[in-house]
């Protein structure tokens, strides 16, 4: 879901980036007659719950929770936070924007996606802020490893391209957008971020929190010194995972984890998103892709040579 760049070549007014381009499948969960009341109740000012719905609409909350369901599945609205009331808490939800768009031409144009569009809007982005965490390893001996992250440089690398990226929009990242794994772990956030990994299980302590969820989720894990996928093992410096998977803490948030078998590899997946390769991307909402970063001769990253394996399952 991609926010309009320059929405009058649709001849659509803009505002403030609360308008979105959809997608055919979104367009059909919208063309709902109950669902188009949902969404028009829910964006008035005040954020309302799943009972006053209902009760507005004078319908079962099952069937208003059934239907908010499948507008949450589509992106179409999303989780504002908590209200108590006399059951316990009810979530409060607000539509991603105020206004949708479907075009059927680009008037001849072709608009190209970024990563940052098919990677890190649709699932990191509300439509006030950039809602993540950078966890990158700590620069002092930790871990079962004993290990040094030398990834810092990366963190400034991958800052500058989401810099450019949102200023084109009106997000702001929150505050706070840079940690290491220990800090991070050190310390009790007041809610949980999406959280953006970079660096392998030897050097982050984070991305080796969540290594036995990649197994189970793509059948793929770090392990010592190499990454297996099934019956296959990469060890290669310049061999690395991107993957992307809701969080088992709260599926509300995202996890990105950028690591490759050595810093070698972890560059080359900050390469291959700061330089927009979106080939090395999935359709899917969660998936993982194994890549090899290119070596030239001074034995540093400049490039990516292309993907082993895509969308493990």
């Known amino acids: 879901m991609l926010p309009v760049r320059d929405p009058s070549m649709y001849g659509v007014k803009y505002m403030k980036n609360h308008l979105y381009v959809i997608d055919p499948s979104q367009a059909i969960v919208l063309a709902h007659r109950l669902r188009w009341k ?89 439509p006030r802020e950039f809602d993540a965490r950078i966890v990158v390893g700590s620069s002092v001996p930790h871990g079962k490893y004993d290990a040094i992250s030398r990834d810092g440089h990366l963190v ?33 956030p007041a809610k949980l971020s999406n959280l953006i990994l970079i660096g392998g299980h030897i050097t982050n302590e984070l991305t080796a929190k969540f290594n036995n969820t990649l197994k189970q989720k793509f059948n793929v894990y770090f392990i010592e010194n190499r990454l297996v996928s099934g019956k296959e093992e990469f060890s290669e410096p310049n061999q690395a995972l991107i993957a992307i998977f809701r969080n088992p803490i709260d599926t509300e948030k995202w996890v990105l984890i950028l690591a490759g078998v050595r810093s070698l590899g972890t560059k080359a997946t900050i390469y291959s998103i700061i330089n927009d390769h979106t080939e090395i991307l999935s359709d899917e909402n969660e998936f993982a892709v194994i890549l090899k970063g290119d070596l030239n001769e001074e034995n540093q990253i400049s490039g990516v040579t292309g993907l082993l394996t895509k969308s493990l399952k």
């Open 38 to 126: 949902i969404m028009k109740l829910l964006i008035q000012d005040e954020p309302i719950y799943a009972k006053q719905l209902a009760k507005e609409l004078n319908i079962s909350e099952s069937k208003i929770h059934y239907h908010l369901t499948q507008l949450r599945k589509a992106g179409l609205i999303e989780l504002k936070g908590l209200r108590s009331i006399k059951q316990g808490r009810a979530k409060l939800l607000r539509p991603v924007a105020t206004e949708f768009l479907l075009p059927l031409l680009n008037n001849g144009s072709k608009v190209e996606e970024s990563v940052f569009e098919k990677l890190f809007l649709p699932r990191f982005c509300t």
């Open 156 to 188: 400034g690398e991958l800052c500058w391209y989401l810099g450019t990226k949102l200023a084109n929009t009106n997000l702001h990242p929150n505050s706070n957008l840079v940690v290491t794994d220990l800090n991070y772990l050190s310390g009790k």
